[in-house]
């Protein structure tokens, strides 16, 4: 990979394995990439139906205990 430090000097590494994971996964996310989209459609759509089963469930948690405090 190549890349230029803060102080603008340009320099140019090799990475293999986790390290190389690592770089290409804050890279991702620096393109707006999400591991989801990695996954064939159908393991996609599990995922994505599990975050929604789970983000719904945690709302219907924080009424209860907003609820609780009034």
Not at 30 to 53: A, E, H, M, P, T
């Amino acid at each position: 990979m190549r890349f230029t430090d803060l102080d603008g000097k340009v320099h140019e590494e090799d990475a293999e394995g986790l390290y190389a994971t690592c770089i290409q996964h804050e890279i991702d996310h620096l393109n707006g990439v999400l591991f989801i989209d990695y996954l064939s459609k159908l393991k996609r759509d599990r995922v994505q139906k599990k975050f929604s089963k789970a983000a719904s469930a945690r709302r219907s948690s924080q009424n209860l205990c907003r609820h609780a405090r009034a």
